[in-house]
């Protein structure tokens, strides 16, 4: 504590000692002093710097926001009044990767003329600013200058948005969020493109730079551009509709027309964080809980509700089970089918997925005739299952409070929201209104066809996932060149440091990559067969899906018994090792047991892990293996149970593409 008390002095002498000059200096320090944030306030502008450990990770850049009313707060900024705090704080989430999460930051808070406020804050992992407006009446935001100029002209991971039209620049903020990297110099970026975050940039040294925003709750989504080959990336966002068609089966709503403004405020709403974090190594990316740390606080007083678990999945294998004397489909027989499974293996949900509701009429309270909603929330409750709804966007959001009444009266445990395919500031307002609104009813919200997560889970913790992945489903429809594989170990240090995905593993249909095929009926996997029960340890997934058919699980118990056990919160998360579009090596740990789980990429690989985070006592391990001929046939493995060495070591092996995943716990 004497340490953090030393920092903050040397804050607020180094502002003081500025304090008469034209220009002021503020130097903010994280914690353990290696990472610092510089902001200069001179008579034309807001700048800042990002430094670690003498390294220059982001130089300077400005900082404004611009309103409708003609005002430009940080042009020509008045700096009336600095102070700065050091904060400690020991959360405690209901639902994460671990049981408590320590929050230690030094905070930089100017007030200017003008009535507004920019924070800083300093945390060992990152620097984060946002701006904090006093205003007694709604007002408009036309436009923020978001910018992160970097030193050098290094590579980037870029999630470039797709958007429907070609040559439409503004059409990119139409994105399903579900793109794959490109790996490429800043001088390289396409300049007709805008990526969505968060987005890695190599730094000096090795060093890595997540840039990505933390608390939006009533605000745009913020987009990166480069539109002059620079080392310069400049933020935009979607501008406010001004014209939204209900479009593809009544599911979604499409931005028709756009307003010349981002914005419409009330007096009490907040700003975005934006969020630098900085890794010394890459598996800290994959570590993170920056996010979770600067979101708004729960809302929700008592989560003792709030049920995560497994679910049994029926659309990526297309409701397609066999050996049954029934007709497989959307009716009764298969949803019962699916309950049964579920229950034996002790799988906390099944979910009904789209076609359940009366198609096209994007009306929820219209059910087809072959299913019978309470007749299978009885039938799945005597069997301790229960049942989630999927829903398109927009006939959840016109009828969302009617909706969701009814069916949790019903005894429906929650829904899983799609297509919203958005970010502007009202597809951010629906996904804070669907939380709340589910949180109202005790209802579980998987926010599926949506941006990134940034912190909304902590605000609601009955938000369980968020999609913004290019998951398993990509496999029913990949060409033959998709490479999936280096994408599983690139989204961890990326994609996931934001918060919890739905990526949907757990594929019982593996092909090495020469052998994939995309089948729209019967789909497979990349990689391995361990592959895919490894990914249940490595992706953070409160709500995880058991993708693939009842039939396929059937015939493969091993496997089965093994994912249904795999706890979705954690007590205890360590990133082991890593490099980002190479391997990755996590290790979780719930109720005093341990899961280990590590990926590769194409490349066959061998490991030399270090257990010591066991503690003392004899431990043994259940493990998947790849098999010997894993690569030539990716469902090859090894299933064996084997006693850790006294000195904690484990050396594993991974075919091309392969997995490892370890069940640990005492040798009694």
Same mark, same amino acid.
Request: proline fraction near 4%.
């Given at each position: 504590?004497?340490?953090?008390?030393?920092?903050?002095?040397? +804050?607020?002498?180094?502002?003081?000692?500025?304090?008469?000059?034209?220009?002021?200096?503020?130097?903010?320090?994280?914690?353990?002093?290696?990472?610092?944030?510089?902001?200069?306030?001179?008579?034309?502008?807001?700048?800042?710097?990002?430094?670690?450990? $003498?390294?220059?990770?982001?130089?300077?850049?400005?900082?404004?926001?611009? !309103?409708?009313?003609?005002?430009?707060?940080?042009?020509?900024?008045?700096?009336?009044?600095s102070s700065a705090k050091i904060f400690e704080e020991v959360i405690q989430p209901p639902i994460y990767k671990r049981k408590? +999460?320590?929050?230690?930051?030094?905070? &930089?808070?100017?007030?200017?003329?003008?009535?507004?406020?920019?924070?800083?804050?300093?945390?060992?992992?990152?620097?984060?600013?946002?701006?904090?407006?006093?205003?007694?009446?709604?007002?408009?935001?036309?436009?923020?200058?978001?910018?992160?100029?970097?030193?050098? *002209?290094?590579?980037?991971?870029?999630?470039?948005?797709?958007?429907?039209?070609?040559?439409?620049?503004?059409?990119?903020?139409?994105?399903?969020?579900?793109?794959?990297?490109?790996?490429?110099?800043?001088?390289?970026?396409?300049?007709?493109? %805008?990526?969505?975050?968060?987005? %890695?940039?190599?730094?000096?040294?090795?060093?890595?730079?997540?840039?990505?925003?933390?608390?939006?709750?009533?605000?745009?989504?913020?987009?990166?551009?480069?539109?002059?080959?620079?080392?310069?990336?400049?933020?935009?966002?979607?501008?406010?509709?001004?014209?939204?068609?209900?479009?593809?089966?009544? &599911?979604?709503?499409? @931005?028709?027309?756009?307003?010349?403004?981002?914005?419409?405020?009330n007096p009490s709403d907040q700003f975005p964080w934006r969020v630098i974090i900085v890794s010394e190594n890459d598996y800290?990316?994959?570590?993170?809980?920056?996010?979770?740390?600067?979101?708004?606080?729960?809302?929700?007083?008592?989560?003792?509700?709030?049920?995560?678990?497994?679910?049994?999945?029926?659309?990526?294998?297309?409701?397609?089970?066999?050996?049954?004397?029934?007709?497989?489909?959307?009716?009764?027989?298969?949803?019962?089918?699916?309950?049964?499974?579920?229950?034996?293996?002790?799988?906390? =949900? %099944? +979910?009904?997925?789209?076609?359940?509701?009366?198609?096209?009429?994007?009306?929820?309270?219209?059910?087809?005739?072959?299913?019978?909603?309470?007749?299978?929330?009885?039938?799945?409750?005597?069997?301790?299952? $229960?049942?989630? !709804?999927?829903?398109?966007?927009?006939?959840?959001?016109?009828?969302?409070?009617? @909706?969701?009444?009814?069916?949790?009266?019903?005894?429906?445990?929650?829904?899983?929201?799609?297509?919203?395919?958005?970010?502007?500031?009202?597809?951010?307002?629906?996904?804070?209104?669907?939380?709340?609104?589910?949180?109202?009813?005790?209802? !579980?919200?998987?926010?599926?066809?949506?941006?990134?997560?940034?912190?909304?889970?902590?605000?609601?913790?009955?938000? %369980?996932?968020?999609?913004?992945?290019?998951?398993?489903?990509?496999?029913?429809?990949?060409?033959?060149?998709?490479?999936?594989?280096?994408?599983?170990?690139?989204?961890?240090?990326?994609?996931?440091?934001?918060?919890?995905?739905?990526?949907?593993?757990?594929?019982?249909?593996?092909?090495?990559?020469?052998?994939?095929?995309?089948?729209?009926?019967?789909?497979?996997?990349?990689?391995?067969?361990?592959?895919?029960?490894?990914?249940?340890?490595?992706?953070?997934?409160?709500?995880?899906?058991?993708?693939?058919?009842?039939?396929?699980?059937?015939?493969?118990?091993?496997?089965?018994?093994?994912?249904?056990?795999?706890?979705?919160?954690?007590?205890?998360?360590?990133?082991?090792?890593?490099?980002?579009?190479?391997?990755?090596?996590?290790?979780?740990?719930?109720?005093?047991?341990?899961?280990?789980?590590?990926?590769?990429?194409? *490349?066959?690989?061998?490991?030399?892990?270090?257990?010591?985070? !066991?503690?003392?006592?004899?431990?043994?391990?259940?493990?998947?293996?790849?098999?010997?001929?894993?690569?030539?046939?990716?469902?090859? =493995?090894?299933?064996?149970?084997?006693?850790?060495?006294?000195?904690?070591?484990?050396?594993?092996?991974?075919?091309?593409?392969?997995?490892?995943?370890?069940?640990?716990?005492?040798?009694?």
């Amino acid at each position: 504590m004497d340490t953090l008390k030393n920092i903050l002095l040397t +804050i607020l002498l180094f502002a003081l000692s500025l304090g008469l000059s034209a220009q002021k200096e503020f130097i903010l320090k994280s914690p353990d002093s290696k990472l610092q944030a510089k902001i200069i306030i001179d008579k034309e502008a807001i700048k800042y710097t990002v430094i670690h450990d $003498g390294d220059i990770m982001v130089g300077y850049s400005q900082i404004s926001l611009s !309103l409708a009313d003609g005002r430009i707060l940080g042009d020509k900024p008045q700096l009336s009044k600095s102070s700065a705090k050091i904060f400690e704080e020991v959360i405690q989430p209901p639902i994460y990767k671990r049981k408590e +999460i320590e929050s230690i930051y030094n905070e &930089l808070y100017l007030k200017f003329k003008g009535d507004f406020d920019i924070v800083f804050r300093a945390f060992d992992e990152a620097i984060a600013y946002k701006f904090v407006l006093h205003q007694k009446d709604p007002y408009i935001v036309e436009e923020e200058v978001v910018e992160f100029n970097f030193p050098a *002209d290094t590579k980037a991971y870029i999630p470039y948005a797709k958007g429907r039209e070609k040559n439409k620049f503004d059409d990119q903020f139409y994105s399903s969020f579900q793109n794959i990297y490109e790996h490429v110099l800043l001088s390289q970026w396409n300049k007709d493109r %805008v990526s969505f975050l968060p987005l %890695v940039v190599e730094g000096a040294n090795g060093k890595k730079i997540c840039i990505t925003e933390a608390d939006l709750l009533n605000y745009p989504g913020l987009y990166l551009h480069n539109k002059d080959n620079s080392t310069t990336l400049k933020g935009v966002f979607p501008a406010y509709p001004k014209k939204i068609v209900q479009e593809v089966r009544g &599911l979604k709503g499409v @931005v028709r027309d756009r307003e010349s403004y981002i914005a419409r405020m009330n007096p009490s709403d907040q700003f975005p964080w934006r969020v630098i974090i900085v890794s010394e190594n890459d598996y800290e990316l994959a570590d993170s809980d920056i996010i979770y740390k600067l979101a708004s606080p729960s809302k929700v007083t008592d989560p003792s509700w709030i049920k995560p678990g497994k679910v049994a999945w029926e659309w990526w294998n297309d409701w397609n089970i066999y050996g049954v004397d029934f007709e497989a489909g959307i009716n009764n027989e298969t949803y019962r089918y699916y309950i049964d499974f579920a229950s034996k293996y002790g799988i906390e =949900y %099944v +979910i009904l997925d789209e076609g359940w509701s009366v198609h096209g009429e994007a009306d929820l309270m219209k059910v087809i005739p072959e299913i019978d909603i309470p007749g299978l929330v009885a039938y799945a409750k005597e069997r301790n299952v $229960g049942i989630i !709804l999927w829903a398109g966007y927009f006939a959840f959001d016109k009828d969302m409070d009617n @909706v969701s009444r009814h069916y949790a009266a019903m005894g429906v445990k929650g829904f899983k929201i799609d297509f919203m395919d958005r970010d502007d500031q009202l597809m951010i307002d629906f996904n804070r209104r669907a939380a709340e609104t589910g949180a109202k009813y005790n209802l !579980l919200i998987d926010i599926h066809g949506t941006s990134k997560p940034t912190g909304l889970q902590r605000t609601y913790p009955n938000v %369980v996932n968020f999609e913004g992945v290019h998951g398993l489903e990509e496999m029913k429809w990949a060409k033959d060149s998709t490479d999936q594989v280096t994408y599983d170990v690139t989204l961890p240090f990326i994609r996931m440091v934001a918060g919890p995905l739905d990526y949907t593993q757990g594929a019982m249909r593996n092909a090495i990559r020469k052998n994939f095929r995309s089948i729209y009926t019967e789909p497979m996997s990349q990689g391995t067969r361990c592959r895919q029960l490894a990914e249940y340890v490595i992706f953070e997934s409160p709500l995880n899906m058991l993708c693939d058919t009842p039939s396929n699980y059937e015939k493969e118990p091993e496997c089965t018994k093994f994912i249904a056990e795999i706890p979705t919160v954690w007590d205890q998360t360590i990133a082991l090792n890593g490099e980002i579009a190479k391997y990755i090596t996590i290790a979780r740990q719930k109720d005093g047991v341990w899961y280990l789980g590590s990926l590769t990429n194409w *490349d066959a690989r061998e490991l030399d892990l270090d257990l010591s985070f !066991l503690g003392e006592g004899k431990f043994k391990a259940e493990i998947f293996r790849d098999g010997v001929n894993a690569h030539k046939a990716a469902r090859d =493995y090894k299933e064996e149970t084997i006693n850790i060495a006294s000195d904690k070591r484990i050396k594993i092996k991974m075919a091309p593409g392969g997995g490892f995943v370890a069940k640990i716990y005492k040798d009694m």
